[in-house]
């Protein structure tokens, strides 16, 4: 197909999907990895390979980033031979990582000054499955006609893709996505807690629940792994707990009442903190036990 060269840093579970549902859709392709067996998958599939950020963005003209957190962001972008020291003129950065929404408006100003590259924020939601299945949600914050540019893109590994508003909209809206889904993980280890004491069939209660009004993919999904005691990916925690933070951030800085949020913060920070779960408490990963309600 005709279209854009792409560029893609971070072939985690989540991007490496998405850069393989790019390369299917016949966008061609180069990547970089801090180490290259990482890139192996796409590599075999026919991508290119660049030394360094800056020789990927020099190569290509869309950079898609999918990282784990502001500081990898800012250390791709802005570090030695780092994207922003690559000439940008009419490139744009796809960042689909999590990261705060100042810094995103303070980093796309900041490119768009040293190079002239143009940013739009793309986080995401639907987690690996989604991404597996190229189903994923996408929440965007950019000009129009960026986000027009790489729409296209996009949609090979995306089932909905909505402009938010402008830079750092889209990171606003992923803050209001892990707000609820957050809320709900904690009042679903209450319910199924509250299931096993009162001593009902508390694995059961996902299936019964299904297609109610109470059910969600995160019953689903969180919910059964915390009845079958799966805590298989601590990630998962500490992921949210970033989120969180960034939520309960941007709460002080716009002046919007928090309560919830705090909540369920303090809930994963105790979590984490502790690693283990006595009976009773609160753990919105480690249900109250080691074993299997």
Same mark, same amino acid.
């Given at each position: 197909?005709?279209?854009?060269?792409?560029?893609?840093?971070?072939?985690?579970?989540?991007?490496?999907?998405?850069?393989?549902?790019?390369?299917?859709?016949?966008?061609?392709?180069?990547?970089?990895?801090?180490?290259?067996?990482?890139?192996?998958?796409?590599?075999?599939?026919?991508?290119?390979?660049?030394?360094?950020?800056?020789?990927?963005?020099?190569?290509?003209?869309?950079?898609?980033?999918?990282?784990?957190?502001?500081?990898?962001?800012?250390?791709?972008?802005?570090? %030695?031979?780092?994207?922003?020291?690559?000439?940008?003129?009419?490139?744009?950065?796809?960042?689909?990582?999590?990261?705060?929404?100042?810094?995103?408006? %303070?980093?796309?100003?900041?490119?768009?000054?040293?190079?002239?590259?143009?940013?739009?924020?793309?986080?995401?939601?639907?987690?690996?499955?989604?991404?597996?299945?190229? %189903?994923?949600?996408?929440?965007a914050g950019g000009e129009t006609g960026n986000f027009d540019r790489v729409k296209p893109m996009i949609n090979s590994y995306a089932r909905q893709i909505t402009l938010m508003g402008l830079v750092g909209s889209g990171q606003a809206t992923k803050v209001c996505n892990q707000l609820?889904?957050?809320?709900?993980?904690?009042?679903?280890?209450?319910?199924?807690?509250?299931?096993?004491?009162?001593?009902?069939?508390?694995?059961?209660?996902?299936?019964?629940?299904?297609?109610?009004?109470?059910?969600?993919?995160?019953?689903?999904?969180?919910?059964?792994?915390?009845?079958?005691?799966?805590?298989?990916?601590?990630?998962?925690?500490?992921?949210?707990?970033?989120?969180?933070?960034?939520?309960?951030?941007?709460?002080?800085?716009?002046?919007?009442?928090m309560p919830v949020a705090e909540i369920v913060t303090s809930l994963y920070r105790q979590a984490i903190d502790q690693g283990h779960m006595d009976a009773g408490q609160i753990a919105p990963m480690r249900l109250y036990s080691d074993e299997a309600l």
């Amino acid at each position: 197909m005709t279209g854009p060269t792409i560029g893609f840093i971070g072939l985690g579970t989540m991007g490496g999907a998405m850069c393989g549902h790019l390369i299917s859709a016949g966008f061609p392709m180069t990547v970089w990895a801090r180490v290259k067996a990482r890139a192996m998958l796409p590599l075999d599939a026919g991508a290119g390979w660049a030394d360094s950020p800056r020789k990927l963005a020099e190569q290509v003209d869309v950079i898609v980033l999918c990282v784990s957190n502001d500081a990898a962001v800012e250390e791709i972008v802005f570090g %030695e031979n780092g994207i922003a020291s690559a000439n940008g003129d009419g490139k744009i950065l796809v960042d689909h990582s999590t990261i705060h929404p100042m810094k995103t408006r %303070e980093w796309a100003q900041r490119i768009f000054a040293e190079s002239g590259m143009g940013w739009v924020d793309a986080p995401v939601s639907g987690g690996p499955g989604g991404a597996a299945r190229g %189903e994923l949600v996408v929440m965007a914050g950019g000009e129009t006609g960026n986000f027009d540019r790489v729409k296209p893109m996009i949609n090979s590994y995306a089932r909905q893709i909505t402009l938010m508003g402008l830079v750092g909209s889209g990171q606003a809206t992923k803050v209001c996505n892990q707000l609820i889904i957050g809320a709900e993980i904690c009042a679903i280890a209450e319910a199924l807690n509250f299931a096993k004491n009162f001593g009902m069939n508390a694995q059961a209660l996902t299936d019964a629940l299904r297609d109610g009004w109470a059910d969600s993919p995160v019953l689903q999904d969180h919910g059964r792994r915390m009845a079958e005691a799966d805590y298989s990916d601590p990630a998962d925690a500490s992921m949210m707990m970033k989120d969180m933070d960034i939520a309960c951030d941007m709460g002080r800085l716009t002046d919007s009442s928090m309560p919830v949020a705090e909540i369920v913060t303090s809930l994963y920070r105790q979590a984490i903190d502790q690693g283990h779960m006595d009976a009773g408490q609160i753990a919105p990963m480690r249900l109250y036990s080691d074993e299997a309600l």
